[in-house]
């Protein structure tokens, strides 16, 4: 048998207490600290009033980074341009016809200043504006050798062709807005009925014999220098036209200016 030792054994029970006891851990101290009073700035009545209006006045104040400027808009001009045309010169517009240029004038058309040709249009009764860069689609009044040339072709036998009336239409159509003198004295001829009233002519065809018969009218006028009455002598005795009875043409006049298009 083994010995037991009493020391040993009362040893390892004091051991296994000690470890058991937890360690306990004291909470620090807290301190109070006492907050400072502000002393408090006595002001007057008046004294308020005039901080509160300075406080509002602040508050309303816009800072110069929000302040919006206004932009200064750069007129650009156009690209100068020979004018090929002077004041009380008579041009002819292929849309228009004859008319004469009153005066140059500069106009600011998308922010760009452009400088346009005030043309009067007599038949219409109105005043259109084409810029000078745009001067390509005008031409000048034809010379007595077109106007005799023109005056031939009123007097040669007319070219109908076989086609359908609305292909026709718009070939006329199409030499009238050309503004050429022998395209529209050929419309003249193709589409003249001369004296005989038992024809029937659409209404179609007799509005595009009278707006060329008015365009190569108005040019004849001018260039061979002779009134209306005489121009139209000349130009029925052409046609083989002696009618004393014409049916008169209402005109509507527009005093207000048209633009004339590109």
């Known amino acids: 048998m083994k010995k037991i030792n009493l020391k040993n054994i009362l040893k390892k029970t004091f051991k296994n207490k000690k470890k058991k006891k937890k360690k306990v851990f004291k909470k620090p101290k807290v301190y109070k600290v006492k907050k400072i009073k502000k002393p408090k700035i006595k002001t007057s009545s008046k004294n308020e009033k005039n901080i509160k209006q300075d406080n509002k006045a602040d508050n309303l104040r816009i800072p110069k980074t929000n302040e919006l400027k206004p932009e200064i808009k750069k007129i650009k001009k156009q690209e100068t341009e020979k004018k090929e045309y002077k004041p009380k010169?008579?041009?002819?517009?292929?849309?228009?016809?004859?008319?004469?240029?009153?005066?140059?004038?500069?106009?600011?058309?998308?922010?760009?200043?452009?400088?346009?040709?005030?043309?009067?249009?007599?038949?219409d009764k109105a005043i259109g504006l084409l810029p000078i860069?745009?001067?390509?689609?005008?031409?000048?009044?034809?010379?007595?050798?077109?106007?005799?040339?023109?005056?031939?072709?009123?007097?040669?036998?007319?070219?109908?062709?076989?086609?359908?009336?609305?292909?026709?239409?718009?070939?006329?159509?199409?030499?009238?807005?050309?503004?050429?003198?022998?395209?529209?004295?050929?419309?003249?001829?193709?589409?003249?009925?001369?004296?005989?009233?038992?024809?029937?002519?659409?209404?179609?065809?007799?509005?595009?014999?009278?707006?060329?018969?008015?365009?190569?009218?108005?040019?004849?006028?001018?260039?061979?220098?002779?009134?209306?009455?005489?121009?139209?002598?000349?130009?029925?005795?052409?046609?083989?036209?002696?009618?004393e009875i014409q049916t008169p043409r209402i005109e509507t006049k527009t005093e207000e200016p048209v633009i004339v298009p590109e």
């Not at 106009?107 to 452009?114: A, H, N, R, S």
């Not at 001018?222 to 000349?234: A, G, N, P, Q, Y």
């Open 89 to 123: 010169d008579y041009v002819v517009y292929p849309k228009h016809g004859v008319g004469q240029i009153l005066s140059i004038s500069s106009k600011t058309i998308g922010g760009i200043e452009v400088q346009c040709y005030d043309i009067k249009f007599e038949k």
């Open 133 to 243: 860069n745009k001067q390509s689609h005008l031409r000048p009044l034809s010379s007595i050798n077109q106007i005799n040339k023109s005056i031939a072709i009123l007097k040669s036998k007319p070219k109908i062709k076989r086609s359908m009336w609305s292909r026709r239409a718009q070939e006329y159509e199409q030499k009238i807005t050309s503004g050429k003198i022998y395209d529209l004295a050929e419309v003249v001829r193709d589409l003249n009925k001369g004296d005989d009233i038992m024809v029937d002519q659409s209404y179609s065809e007799r509005q595009l014999f009278e707006k060329a018969y008015e365009r190569i009218l108005s040019e004849f006028q001018i260039v061979m220098d002779l009134s209306l009455e005489d121009t139209k002598k000349k130009l029925d005795k052409a046609l083989k036209r002696n009618l």
